[in-house]
């Protein structure tokens, strides 16, 4: 059962968006040619599927927290996942700089609903990541609230991954991924349903970054991560609301492994931002959003 022993006084940076892509028993979190297209997309420089001890020991070196956590895309995509029970595990043997996230497939139905409040109840998993293009689901059709209202009940977090996807990227079809399913005006419904259910709208949501700016100024439970693209490439109107509306809704996210810490961090060093905006984004934000330290 997961318990934290994070310092949050200790850390330079909490990292809300971490790939677990293998575990210690030699299975990957995607089939080789998804996982060669989202090299190739990010020009990933880090070692590509490392485990969660290895993810552990990387963000201890640094100072850093990070939210870890894997996609259950079986259904749609056909590839076995790792076991989120094991990530949460293994959050616990690395608790003073790991955060577990499940991960369940809204389209198992009650199975998925059972799952998700085991995972809460029996591992201490403190959120959920969702990944609607690659399970290949709309975030807002009702048949997911009874999920949605477990999760809402039990105070952990809704992490959706929103816009453009590199998983796919470059192929014929794109693997049959849908890009539409991963617009975050799908995502309003379920914030304006379940007011007290905190939902993070991960990456910059390009091609759809107005609506995602839009929804996190409006709904007080929705946050903003800013994973999965170089803080060098925001979009011009997201630094501008990072640094002004939205500078305590914007988190630090890497979507390490194929963007690491270090080079965020680097790029975001270089963005024009206050001086005390800064400090919310990489940490004091993601602190009270996760219950590590009072909101």
């Known amino acids: 059962m997961y318990e934290s022993?994070?310092?949050?006084?200790?850390?330079?940076?909490?990292?809300?968006?971490?790939?677990?892509e293998a575990d210690g028993h030699g299975h990957y979190?995607?089939?080789?040619?998804?996982?060669?297209?989202?090299?190739k997309y990010f020009k990933a420089d880090a070692i590509r599927t490392p485990t969660i001890d290895q993810i552990a020991e990387h963000y201890r070196e640094r100072q850093m927290a990070a939210v870890v956590f894997t996609v259950d895309a079986e259904r749609e995509m056909g590839h076995p996942p790792l076991s989120s029970e094991e990530i949460a595990e293994g959050a616990a043997r690395n608790n003073d700089v790991l955060i577990p996230f499940g991960s369940v497939d809204p389209r198992r139905g009650d199975e998925a609903v059972e799952r998700a409040r085991r995972l809460i109840g029996d591992h201490g998993v403190r959120g959920f990541k969702f990944h609607p293009s690659l399970q290949g689901f709309r975030p807002d059709d009702e048949r997911w609230y009874p999920l949605?209202?477990?999760?809402?009940?039990?105070?952990?977090?809704?992490?959706?991954?929103?816009g453009q996807t590199g998983i796919g990227a470059g192929l014929p079809?794109?693997?049959?991924?849908?890009?539409?399913?991963s617009d975050p005006m799908l995502v309003d419904d379920v914030a304006a349903?379940?007011?007290q259910l905190d939902i993070i709208l991960a990456h910059p949501s390009v091609p759809w970054v107005d609506s995602s700016i839009s929804i996190a100024?409006?709904?007080?439970?929705?946050?903003?991560?800013l994973s999965g693209w170089r803080p060098k490439y925001f979009p011009p109107q997201l630094v501008r609301q990072?640094?002004?509306?939205?500078r305590h809704k914007a988190l630090f996210g890497s979507d390490f492994p194929v963007i690491t810490p270090d080079r965020w961090m680097a790029d975001f060093d270089e963005l024009?931002?206050?001086?005390?905006?800064?400090?919310l984004i990489v940490k004091d934000n993601a602190a009270r959003l996760l219950g590590l330290v009072a909101k």
């Open 217 to 225: 100024t409006h709904k007080a439970n929705v946050f903003v991560d």
């Open 242 to 246: 990072v640094n002004t509306l939205l």
């Open 29 to 39: 979190s995607l089939d080789d040619e998804l996982m060669d297209a989202s090299a």
């Open 148 to 162: 949605y209202e477990v999760l809402q009940d039990a105070g952990v977090v809704a992490l959706f991954h929103t």
């Open 272 to 279: 024009d931002l206050k001086p005390e905006v800064r400090p």
């Open 5 to 20: 022993a994070i310092d949050v006084e200790a850390l330079v940076a909490i990292d809300v968006h971490t790939h677990v």
């Open 193 to 195: 349903d379940f007011p």
């Open 173 to 181: 079809g794109g693997r049959g991924i849908k890009l539409r399913y």
